[in-house]
């Protein structure tokens, strides 16, 4: 059984920062690649990033330069640093394993 429990979101001014948490639960965590998504309201979920299990990453466009994901596999967690934070930035953020299994989401709201 594997379970994502995401953590860390929040309500933020434009230009703050928010770290976001995922933590795993079973023991092939670190055989797959782990992701962030998120989904705004009215729109399509969406990649943000992902990272191999050997920590190779891949982007968003619209995140590269701002947001770095990194995992610790002897912890079995997965993160997400999000700087420079926009408006735009704001939705529910999911935490994915190998884009089988499924967090619950967490709110990330960004004000102007």
């Known amino acids: 059984q594997v379970q994502l429990v995401e953590s860390g979101g929040g309500l933020v001014q434009a230009g703050g920062s928010l770290r976001l948490s995922c933590a795993a639960s079973?023991?092939?965590?670190?055989?797959?690649?782990m992701g962030w998504y998120r989904r705004a309201l009215g729109k399509q979920r969406e990649m943000v990033a992902v990272i191999t299990s050997g920590g190779s990453t891949n982007y968003a466009d619209s995140v590269k330069g701002r947001f770095t994901i990194s995992r610790d596999n002897a912890k079995k967690m997965v993160y997400l640093q999000m700087n420079s934070l926009k408006p735009e930035d704001t939705a529910v953020y999911y935490c994915?394993?190998?884009?089988?299994?499924w967090g619950q989401g967490t709110q990330v709201t960004v004000s102007s």
């Open positions: 079973g023991s092939i965590f670190s055989l797959n690649a």
């Open positions: 994915t394993l190998g884009n089988h299994y």
